[in-house]
């Protein structure tokens, strides 16, 4: 087993079991993806996790309008978004649904701790409630008096709860955040639930009456737990909580990858929750911004949703990852549209990727008999690749794909640069063609490893082509990107286009 430090704990948020998933789900679990590779790639011990929110009056009233039991109605619909990843080419290690019973016997083991520790008591509620958030609003934050996220009207619930004592944990969550700098990232989101904690916190509801599709708690069973409270548990669950405290603690804590509208769930609650039980809070919250349609926030209301397998059905898998890494910064919120998606899928697949290989494979066809050549130790490319390493290692590490992408390309520019240069399809077959294409199919190789963690299938094209065996997946870095490293007389295939040019 791999050292303790050497684990990597990733997590998306486990996606509403009702909805259908769009391409705002399909960005952080790229994103978690492509960020798992990495860390694989690193050689590190990777836990990547998704899956889906099954529990609530949402799921209740789908399935009664649907003629079915809550659970029949997850079972069909959790289908879509296990389709939709397998389709996206998505690494993930387990994927948990919260009515499974492991996480039923999780959920359970936190209440009883929380509960233990004197965190938990008995309060009677009424307040106003988003049905599509799960959470309760106070008369101030309504928007002319609909819920402020989904412009929906908003329910008066009075019931008697259980209260989770958010209250006392203000001075703990502050002295968290002071002495963990980089807890939530970027820093803007991170002053943001700072504010959220100095406004003063409440004790916050986590049980229901009105519902019975849900986990009773333990200590008294006409209540069953807040879908919030219940969620955010998955991560501990499937690290192993109750029943492999090995696994628990070489993985836990995790690596949180969330959007801006569960950030006080995340990066309040969560945290609290975890203390009262006596459990490390995450390692590391970040927070994503929205992808906006036209503009707009996308939502079943107003129709704009796009589904992730109409864009790979345009652009390949391959496509859509690259566009969503490299196009959307991870942060802010960023606009998406077809004609951005193609322009990069021109510029960066097609253009330059593309060409470069297809460029390498022909002329070491015409000058070097399909039969690859040795990079120089001193190649002029050795540099540019140590440069941009060190700069992309950085970069995934930080959870910014796009700067790592563009590094990446960098690389590729820069060789397309170098071969108009040298123009070796000009030149006599001999000991300078050799050179300068073996410098290009050592570029090749090294990218085929780089750029794996985001077009995975593109990467295993190219190393087929050029006669490498094993895949990208198997190769360990720093060691395996060092100069040098693509053996002479391999045999080099030219064949179609990689990413045959977008209108
Ligand atoms: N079930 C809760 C999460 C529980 S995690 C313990 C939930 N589910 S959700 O399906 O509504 O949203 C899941 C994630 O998708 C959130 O991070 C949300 O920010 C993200 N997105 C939903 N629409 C989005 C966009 N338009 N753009 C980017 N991400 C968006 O909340």
Redesign the pocket.
Same mark, same amino acid.
């Given at each position: 087993m791999a050292c303790v430090t050497n684990s990597y704990y990733v997590t998306t948020? +486990?996606?509403?079991v009702n *909805?259908a998933p769009h391409i $705002?789900?399909a960005?952080?679990t790229i994103t978690a993806d492509a960020v798992a590779r990495w860390h694989r790639l690193l050689g590190r011990d990777v836990r990547f996790l998704t899956g889906t *929110?099954e529990h609530g009056l949402k799921v209740q009233r789908a399935a009664e309008e649907n003629g079915c039991t809550p659970k029949e109605w997850a079972d069909q619909t959790v289908v879509r978004f296990q389709d939709a990843w397998a389709q996206l080419g998505i690494s993930n290690d387990d994927f948990i649904r919260t009515s499974e019973q492991r996480h039923h016997t999780a959920v359970q083991k936190l209440l009883q701790a929380c509960y233990d520790n004197g965190d938990i008591d008995l309060q009677t509620y009424e307040g106003l409630y988003c049905v599509s958030c799960e959470a309760y609003f106070n008369e101030d934050d309504l928007d002319l008096g609909n819920c402020p996220i989904h412009g929906r009207p908003v329910e008066h619930v009075a019931e008697e709860n259980y209260f989770f004592k958010l209250s006392r944990y203000e001075q703990p969550l502050r002295d968290w955040y002071e002495t963990h700098p980089d807890f939530v990232l970027p820093t803007t989101k991170r002053n943001e639930a700072l504010g959220f904690i100095n406004q003063g916190l409440r004790d916050f509801s986590i049980s229901r009456t009105s519902i019975d599709w849900g986990i009773p708690l333990p200590w008294d069973t006409g209540h069953v737990t807040y879908v919030w409270f219940d969620? !955010?548990t998955?991560y501990i669950t499937a690290a192993g909580y109750v029943d492999d405290p090995a696994s628990f603690s070489h993985y836990w804590p995790a690596i949180h990858l +969330? $959007?801006? *509208?569960?950030l006080r769930f995340h990066c309040v609650y969560w945290p609290a929750m975890l203390m009262s039980a006596g459990l490390a809070p995450p390692e590391r919250v970040h927070v994503h911004g929205? !992808?906006l349609v036209g503009g707009e926030?996308?939502s079943k209301t107003r129709l704009n949703q796009i589904a992730p397998a109409d864009l790979v059905a345009d652009f390949g898998v391959d496509g859509v990852r690259h566009h969503f890494l490299h196009d959307q910064i991870f942060g802010p919120d960023g606009d998406f549209s077809h004609e951005g998606m193609t322009a990069r899928f021109n510029a960066d697949l097609a253009n330059n990727l593309g060409n470069l290989l297809s460029r390498v494979t022909t002329v070491v066809g015409s000058k070097c008999g399909g039969v690859g050549t040795a990079p120089r130790p001193d190649s002029p490319l050795a540099p540019i690749v140590a440069r941009e390493y060190r700069i992309i290692a950085e970069s995934w590490e930080r959870i910014s794909p796009s700067e790592a992408l563009d590094a990446t390309w960098r690389i590729i520019r820069e060789t397309n640069a170098f071969l108009e240069e040298a123009e070796p399809w000009k030149a006599e077959p001999g000991p300078l063609a050799d050179a300068i294409l073996g410098d290009a199919l050592e570029v090749l190789r090294i990218v085929s490893i780089l750029a794996s963690p985001a077009v995975p299938d593109a990467c295993a094209e190219i190393r087929r082509r050029i006669g490498l065996t094993g895949d990208a997946e198997e190769e360990r870095l720093p060691e395996s990107i060092e100069w040098g490293g693509y053996p002479a007389g391999l045999l080099v295939v030219k064949g179609e286009p990689l990413f045959p040019r977008l209108k």
């Open positions: 948020p +486990i996606y509403y *909805d $705002g789900h960005y952080t *929110d969620a !955010l998955n +969330i $959007g801006k *509208d569960i929205f !992808l926030k996308m």
